[in-house]
Each structure stands twice: as C-alpha cells, then as structure tokens.
C-alpha cells in the first residue's frame, strides 16, 4: 500500500445519503482507478482517471461519480447511496509502461443499510 | 468480451502438497497478463506480469506461465503463509484491466 491512502477505512451509511470516498496518493502518478469488490465478481472498475480533471467511465459507473482536481488526490461520490453499492471499494495507482501492474490502497469497506 | 474465468474457486492444500492454479481469458489484443496476491482485509498486491505465450516468471515457490488461452500459478511445496487469494488480470488493447474472481488458497500445517 505505499504511497496510496483511503479513508475512510470503514463506513456505515443509510439508504439515500451522499457519501464520498477519498483515495490519496503521494507519488504524482497520473492514472488512478476506483474499483468495488464483491463475492463471486472480483474486481470491477468503477471509474478512472488520467490526470487532473480527466475521467471516464468503467464497467459499473451507474450511481457513481468521481472527480480529480489534484494530481494526488481521487474521490469517488456515490450521489445517493443503495443497498446495492454495499461493497468493498479500493483505489489504485499505474506506472505507466512499467511492468509493476497496479499498487492498490487498502480498501474501504462501505455498508448501506 | 473481455473475460477472465478463474479455477478453483478454492483449494485447500496440505503443506508441502504442490498444486496449480488456472486463469482462462478471452481478450481482444492481450497487452499483459497479471497476477496478483490478495490477503484478507488488504488491497491486491502485485506477483507477476506475463506478456507472450511460452513466457514464464518465478518468484519463490510460485512460477506463472502462459498459453494462448491460459495461464497457470504453480505454487511448489506450498506453507501456510502462502494461504491468501490469487487473481489473475489481463489487460486489453485499450488498457482496461480485467480481473477474474480469485481462487482463495488454505494450506494446512
């Protein structure tokens, strides 16, 4: 997990809150990824980033928004949170070109009831 | 599609009981392959980056190999604090990353 930070690590919210999860990171990569993590779907990508102010979709973006206004930091807002997006949400980072993959963050662990 | 269909789901070993592991992907210009390692509670963590059929990488007891339609995770004479769960991930023409589902391993002492 060096250089990434997610917070918060876990969170408990109601059925139509808004709800902002924050990943930071302290290397000036410039692509950042959000992903949510369920049983039986591993890893599927939310949203993306290639720079400050540049985002696009993933595979499952219904309900989610993000935004990048820095270089190290990427938020992922849920505008009004479902019991669906109970999930497990992780942050990574690329190098581009090189042959490391992704350095993941640690998780935060979102339950909507 | 992109698709990335891992198996077992689980598998438990005993120590020192050597096993493999399988990815099979279907991707429209593969750029990599990747494994990875994930242990309860953490984020993903990077072991192995595969690029061409024939290809294969090692890292202590694990070595990753790859075919066309495949790649393997041999994990050899295995310990218990190899027990965490592996992904595989492929990466496609347009850079998307594709992950399978994972294949949770228990290894017995």
């Known amino acids: 997990d060096a250089g990434i930070t997610q917070s918060p690590r876990h969170k408990v919210t109601e059925t139509g809150t808004p709800v902002t999860l924050r990943c930071h990171q302290t290397?000036?990569?410039?692509?950042m990824y959000w992903y949510r993590q369920d049983p039986g779907h591993g890893l599927r990508l939310i949203h993306y980033s290639y720079g400050v102010k540049d985002t696009d979709k993933g595979e499952v973006s219904d309900g989610y928004s993000v935004s990048r206004s820095k270089t190290e930091d990427f938020l992922l807002t849920l505008e009004s949170a479902t019991s669906s997006q109970t999930s497990v949400y992780f942050c990574?980072?690329?190098?581009?070109?090189?042959?490391?993959?992704?350095?993941f963050g640690s998780g935060t662990r979102l339950t909507v009831v | 599609e992109d698709q990335v269909t891992q198996s077992p789901e689980a598998l438990r070993l005993q120590e020192g009981e050597s096993s493999s592991l399988n990815c099979s992907y279907t991707v429209s210009g593969l750029r990599g392959l990747f494994w990875y390692r994930q242990d309860p509670g953490k984020g993903p963590e990077f072991l192995f980056t595969?690029?061409?059929a024939g290809e294969e990488k090692e890292k202590e007891r694990l070595k990753a190999t790859l075919t066309k339609k495949e790649s393997f995770l041999h994990i050899t004479a295995p310990k218990p604090e190899d027990s965490a769960t592996y992904l595989c991930?492929?990466?496609?023409?347009?850079?998307?990353?594709?992950f399978g589902a994972g294949t949770r391993l228990t290894v017995k002492p």
């Open positions: 595969l690029y061409s």
């Open positions: 290397e000036n990569h410039r692509y």
């Open positions: 990574a980072i690329s190098v581009t070109g090189a042959d490391y993959g992704y350095t």
């Open positions: 991930a492929v990466q496609a023409g347009n850079n998307d990353m594709r």
